[in-house]
């Protein structure tokens, strides 16, 4: 059993940087691949990185490229969501999601979710 608990999330201005945590617990995190995902009001849940379970290879969404960098501590037990230049169209309640030796690049492909964290950004 995994549970992911988000952090980080606040309020931004354009331009600002955030830096989101995924903490989990449970000894076989090292196990599991991680995926941020992000969900605005009234729009679906979209991929937006990931990071295999070694670390070795990371996967962003085209819009975010180039501004977030994912990232992972496996003897902390965290994953992270460096966000820079935000702008006013990142603003959505961010989710981290766990898969056993896998990227989950969707809801349905994850064994584990977290409870989100909202990230607002103001122009």
């Known amino acids: 059993q995994v549970q992911l608990i988000e952090s980080g999330g606040g309020l931004a201005q354009a331009g600002d940087s955030l830096r989101l945590s995924c903490a989990a617990s449970g000894r076989t995190f090292s196990s599991y691949g991680v995926g941020w995902f992000r969900q605005a009001p009234g729009k679906d849940c979209i991929f937006v990185a990931g990071?295999?379970?070694?670390?070795?290879?990371?996967y962003y969404t085209e819009s975010v490229k180039g501004r977030f960098t994912i990232s992972r501590d496996n003897a902390k037990n965290t994953v992270y969501l460096q966000m820079n230049s935000l702008k006013p169209e990142d603003t959505a309640v961010y989710y981290c999601?766990?898969?056993?030796?896998?990227?989950?690049?969707?809801?349905?492909?994850?064994?584990?979710w977290g409870q989100g964290t909202q990230v607002t950004v103001s122009s």
């Open positions: 999601a766990a898969a056993y030796k896998a990227v989950p690049v969707a809801r349905s492909t994850s064994d584990y």
């Open positions: 990071i295999t379970w070694r670390g070795d290879s990371t």
